[in-house]
């Protein structure tokens, strides 16, 4: 391990030099106890070994940055490090989000384990975590996200059939869905008031595995196979297949990119215009920005369908005003049989 060892600095006091900074990948560690001898590391990279255990951190107290990507860890749990800024514990056979109490902590990386529910991420222990990553787990459910100052959050590659617990996220900006199950946009509220950009794009891994087959065949066969059985249900990705759904996302005021690729909804020859009538301050569908043709006759659209509405309205009430004399025409007729 000690070869991993450079940058030397100073130390706290100022009066003597130590490495901070240590690589041990692919060294096929199983017990880092060692570690405990280097207490001013501050940068450390232990990925692609055999590691079960973080432990022997803990004496790490002016860790800034953590790597330990693809290892044998089945938790992300460790004891409060009060400086730690950058983890990552991608590629490992983590199943849940407790024990991660580090109060500098802005960015964690949890993409590729085997996560089913969010749990434990304590808003006033988070405080400081501004980007976080799920992609590649087995979530189902939104639920579990009660951090406030969260800006980016990545779901890609999930299980997710639905949203909800996202009313807390009124800083976030960024967020990724795709590859997910959703079939609704349900699930957005008021109170995500900072969120921009979405992306709920359909992007099949097998059909990436199997382009060299696709080069051999008929793509229109291929897609006919894998929509019927061939690609299960988890592999198939979101199928927003309602435009109107768009209006549900008429609550988030800063919108301004929507990636919708691949959706059934993307089909519908109107696609682009009814999303830009959906949703005015629309910028960008998928890869293309609106331009000022785009957005004059969404305008004329929803002005046209407005009119309509109020005449619809108008119509309503003029049948209800003829209604009620009608009724009133009745009430004196009889009163003037009895006399």
């Known amino acids: 391990m000690k070869e991993g060892l450079s940058l030397l600095c100073k130390t706290g006091n100022g009066l003597a030099h130590a490495f901070v900074k240590l690589e041990a990948r692919e060294k096929e560690l199983t017990d880092i106890t060692l570690i405990q001898s280097f207490i001013h590391l501050r940068y450390v990279d232990l990925s692609d070994n055999l590691l079960r255990d973080l432990s022997p951190l803990a004496c790490l107290t002016h860790l800034l940055w953590l790597k330990v990507d693809n290892n044998q860890l089945t938790s992300a749990s460790m004891d409060e490090l009060p400086y730690l800024q950058i983890a990552s514990f991608a590629s490992n056979h983590i199943k849940n989000t407790d024990g991660i109490n580090h109060p500098r902590l802005t960015s964690l990386n949890l993409k590729g384990n085997e996560i089913e529910l969010i749990t434990g991420l304590d808003p006033e222990k988070l405080s400081n975590l501004h980007t976080l990553e799920l992609r590649g787990n087995n979530i189902?459910?939104?639920?579990?996200?009660y951090l406030p100052k969260?800006?980016?959050l990545y779901l890609a590659q999930n299980s997710i059939t639905h949203l909800e617990g996202l009313e807390d996220?009124?800083?976030?900006t960024t967020l990724h869905l795709r590859d997910n199950q959703l079939e609704t946009l349900n699930g957005f509220a008021e109170s995500m008031k900072s969120l921009q950009y979405i992306n709920l794009r359909v992007y099949h891994i097998l059909q990436?595995?199997?382009?060299?087959?696709?080069?051999?065949i008929n793509l229109q066969v291929w897609l006919f196979v894998s929509w019927r059985g061939v690609i299960p249900d988890e592999a198939r990705g979101n199928a927003?297949?309602?435009?109107?759904?768009?209006?549900?996302?008429?609550?988030?005021?800063?919108?301004?990119?929507l990636v919708l690729?691949?959706?059934?909804?993307?089909?519908?020859?109107?696609?682009r215009m009814e999303a830009l009538v959906l949703l005015p301050r629309l910028e960008r569908l998928d890869k293309d920005f609106f331009d000022e043709d785009e957005r004059t006759e969404a305008d004329d659209i929803r002005r046209q369908r407005?009119?309509?509405?109020?005449e619809l309205e108008r119509e309503k009430e003029r049948e209800e005003e003829e209604d009620e004399e009608e009724v009133e025409v009745k009430h004196k007729e009889e009163h003037h049989e009895k006399q």
Do not use: F, W
Request: proline share 5%; net charge negative.
């Open 169 to 172: 996220l009124g800083q976030l």
């Open 306 to 310: 407005r009119e309509e509405e109020l």
């Open 150 to 152: 969260l800006k980016n």
């Open 208 to 216: 990436e595995l199997m382009k060299p087959l696709m080069a051999k």
């Open 240 to 257: 927003i297949g309602q435009i109107q759904e768009l209006a549900k996302l008429h609550v988030l005021p800063m919108l301004r990119a």
């Open 140 to 145: 189902k459910s939104t639920a579990g996200l």
């Open 261 to 271: 690729l691949e959706n059934p909804c993307s089909d519908e020859g109107d696609y």
